[in-house]
């Protein structure tokens, strides 16, 4: 590790447990830096606009009676990709060692900025800045004049809490930033840019305790990669909660997210975790792991009309903290032998919820999470049974009262298919006597004016009151949503305007 003499500006080397006390600095790049070969020749680097910030982050090390200070943009020699692959892979626990970290923001002009500007400046956009905010014990931000803003664990864990959507427990330091999940931890990525694609990935290694090389020219394959290295020691099933929005590639099919942006509204998901000691106890846990036919893991699968389900150890964080909810998503795919090979289906956008209890009553199911489109699937033509994007449909969270039995979801998505599904239904008596009872639609409305009507409805058996029976219905329509409905009766009629 190389670290800047405080007082002679002097580059030294150090190793193991011979690296003295020191400060770092937290910064954003501007166009004209000073690189490590640039210190070997002090008046060329002292016309960089850059060494500005490394004289001014020292004053404030010696200020503060530390003698040694590391910048990430003198003290590594990018020109080696050996040296970078070890310092991109070291960062963060050099960050978390630090005595103190330095966060310079160069446009908050002063002090006497508003406190708004500090929430906007470029420094929280940026996604190597992330691990520089979490990592160090202690970060106190100090505007483009080396005026003190404040600390990040004190004056300005709300201003900071809102800016980048991480709760304070982990800036005031009362809960270890290993305690996020992995889904809180991609959002408070998600709306962060850097200047090379693959960075997006690399910026997150030590926020996920992995070490993996560098691959620069892979592009947004390396965040793959990085969810690989991941589930390889996680069996947080958070990482499978994404949304699914309209940068996602076409035709693509991993449970895998292609980036960091699908995560941005997923801190609301948590692992699903033990209620009771013998909860469960004779359940199968689901184990996963990369094949070279894709992922390979064991799920629990919900069969419905028209699609299936596979269940995940997960569960929404807030809505419902006592754990009652786990996660879902639709899948495609097909069936050889005893394993199915399938693709996350487009819609429902986000994971949607069922009652954890309901996971007594499904089959565990050994899952094959194809690579590639292969002829079988193909041939099913699965696009057709999704919406457009034109229609911005989104099945809306729902938790129903009682003790449910058996789930069924129906995914239609125009009136007429609505009014066909539920047909299917009311022709199958023993279905409906021994299941849902009566439910009838009654879609109205232009629907050539109103344009398609797109809708999802979830349906689920509950403890039975004698001959009654409670459903819970969720349709949204265009635009126009009709909240979830509870019915206590065997016979029901909702009207879609």
Same mark, same amino acid.
């Given at each position: 590790?190389?670290?800047?003499?405080?007082? %002679? +500006?002097?580059?030294?080397?150090?190793?193991? =447990?011979?690296?003295?006390?020191?400060?770092? #600095? !937290?910064?954003?790049?501007?166009?004209?830096?000073?690189?490590?070969?640039?210190?070997?020749?002090?008046?060329?680097?002292?016309?960089?606009?850059?060494?500005?910030?490394?004289?001014?982050?020292?004053?404030?090390?010696?200020?503060?009676?530390?003698?040694?200070?590391?910048?990430?943009?003198?003290?590594?020699?990018?020109?080696?990709?050996? &040296? +970078?692959?070890?310092?991109?892979?070291?960062?963060?626990?050099?960050?978390?060692?630090? &005595?103190?970290?330095?966060?310079?923001?160069?446009?908050?002009? $002063?002090?006497?900025?508003?406190?708004?500007?500090?929430?906007?400046?470029?420094?929280?956009?940026?996604?190597?800045?992330?691990?520089?905010?979490?990592?160090?014990?202690?970060?106190?931000?100090?505007?483009?004049?080396?005026?003190?803003?404040?600390?990040?664990?004190?004056?300005?864990?709300?201003?900071?809490? /809102?800016?980048?959507?991480?709760?304070?427990?982990?800036? =005031?330091?009362? =809960?270890?930033?290993?305690?996020?999940?992995?889904? @809180?931890?991609?959002?408070?990525?998600?709306?962060? *840019?850097?200047?090379?694609?693959?960075?997006?990935?690399?910026?997150? #290694?030590?926020?996920? @305790?992995?070490?993996?090389?560098?691959?620069?020219?892979?592009?947004?394959?390396?965040? %793959?990669?990085?969810?690989?290295?991941?589930?390889?020691?996680?069996?947080?099933?958070?990482?499978?909660?994404?949304?699914?929005?309209?940068?996602?590639?076409?035709?693509?099919?991993?449970?895998?997210?292609?980036?960091?942006?699908?995560?941005?509204?997923?801190?609301?998901?948590?692992?699903?975790?033990?209620?009771?000691?013998?909860?469960?106890?004779?359940?199968?846990?689901? =184990?996963?792991?990369? %094949?070279?036919?894709?992922?390979?893991?064991?799920?629990?699968?919900?069969? %419905?009309?028209?699609?299936?389900?596979?269940?995940?150890?997960? !569960?929404?964080? @807030?809505?419902?903290?006592?754990?009652?909810?786990?996660?879902?998503?639709?899948?495609?795919?097909?069936?050889?032998?005893?394993?199915?090979?399938?693709?996350?289906?487009?819609?429902?956008?986000?994971?949607?919820?069922?009652?954890?209890?309901?996971?007594?009553?499904?089959?565990?199911? *050994?899952?094959?999470?194809?690579?590639?489109?292969?002829?079988?699937?193909?041939?099913?033509?699965?696009?057709?049974?999704?919406?457009?994007?034109?229609?911005?449909?989104?099945?809306?969270?729902? /938790?129903?009262?009682?003790?449910?039995?058996?789930?069924?979801?129906?995914?239609?998505?125009?009136?007429?298919?609505?009014?066909?599904?539920?047909?299917? +239904?009311?022709?199958?008596?023993?279905?409906?006597?021994?299941?849902?009872?009566?439910?009838?639609?009654?879609? *109205?409305?232009?629907? $050539?004016?109103?344009?398609?009507?797109?809708?999802?409805?979830?349906?689920?058996?509950?403890?039975?009151?004698?001959?009654?029976?409670?459903?819970?219905?969720?349709?949204?329509?265009?635009?126009?949503?009709?909240?979830?409905?509870?019915?206590?009766?065997? !016979?029901?009629?909702?009207?879609?305007?």
């Amino acid at each position: 590790m190389r670290l800047i003499n405080a007082k %002679t +500006l002097l580059l030294h080397e150090f190793y193991g =447990t011979n690296i003295p006390p020191y400060a770092i #600095l !937290s910064h954003t790049w501007g166009d004209d830096e000073v690189t490590f070969k640039d210190w070997d020749n002090p008046s060329q680097a002292r016309q960089k606009a850059g060494f500005a910030k490394i004289r001014g982050v020292c004053s404030k090390a010696l200020d503060h009676n530390i003698n040694w200070v590391w910048v990430d943009t003198n003290c590594i020699d990018k020109t080696s990709s050996a &040296e +970078l692959t070890e310092a991109i892979n070291s960062m963060f626990g050099w960050y978390a060692r630090a &005595e103190i970290c330095y966060a310079y923001l160069s446009d908050v002009p $002063s002090a006497n900025a508003p406190v708004e500007d500090i929430g906007r400046s470029r420094w929280f956009t940026r996604g190597w800045t992330l691990q520089e905010l979490l990592a160090p014990k202690k970060v106190t931000f100090y505007a483009a004049d080396w005026s003190r803003l404040g600390s990040k664990a004190a004056s300005l864990a709300d201003v900071i809490s /809102e800016a980048t959507g991480i709760h304070r427990c982990f800036l =005031t330091g009362t =809960t270890p930033v290993q305690r996020a999940c992995i889904a @809180e931890k991609m959002s408070w990525l998600s709306k962060r *840019t850097t200047t090379r694609t693959e960075d997006m990935a690399y910026c997150m #290694l030590g926020l996920f @305790e992995i070490n993996m090389p560098l691959l620069y020219g892979e592009g947004a394959k390396a965040f %793959t990669r990085l969810q690989h290295e991941i589930i390889s020691t996680s069996n947080d099933h958070t990482i499978f909660c994404w949304t699914w929005d309209e940068s996602v590639p076409q035709g693509w099919m991993s449970f895998l997210a292609p980036s960091p942006a699908q995560f941005s509204r997923s801190s609301v998901f948590t692992p699903a975790r033990i209620l009771a000691p013998n909860e469960f106890a004779d359940q199968e846990v689901s =184990t996963y792991s990369m %094949t070279n036919a894709g992922l390979s893991i064991r799920l629990p699968v919900i069969y %419905t009309l028209r699609a299936s389900f596979v269940v995940f150890e997960a !569960s929404p964080k @807030e809505q419902h903290g006592d754990n009652k909810m786990l996660t879902c998503f639709q899948v495609c795919g097909y069936r050889r032998g005893g394993v199915l090979f399938v693709m996350r289906a487009p819609f429902p956008r986000q994971p949607v919820f069922i009652p954890r209890m309901s996971r007594l009553h499904l089959t565990m199911k *050994t899952i094959i999470v194809m690579n590639r489109l292969d002829n079988a699937v193909a041939a099913m033509g699965w696009r057709s049974a999704m919406p457009g994007w034109a229609s911005n449909a989104m099945l809306e969270r729902v /938790e129903a009262p009682g003790q449910f039995k058996i789930p069924g979801i129906i995914l239609a998505f125009d009136s007429r298919d609505v009014k066909k599904r539920w047909g299917i +239904l009311e022709q199958s008596h023993a279905v409906i006597n021994n299941y849902f009872g009566v439910i009838k639609f009654d879609l *109205t409305g232009s629907h $050539s004016g109103a344009g398609p009507q797109v809708g999802a409805v979830l349906i689920h058996m509950v403890a039975e009151d004698g001959n009654r029976m409670r459903i819970a219905v969720g349709v949204k329509v265009d635009q126009h949503t009709v909240q979830p409905t509870w019915t206590p009766y065997s !016979s029901a009629s909702l009207r879609v305007r």
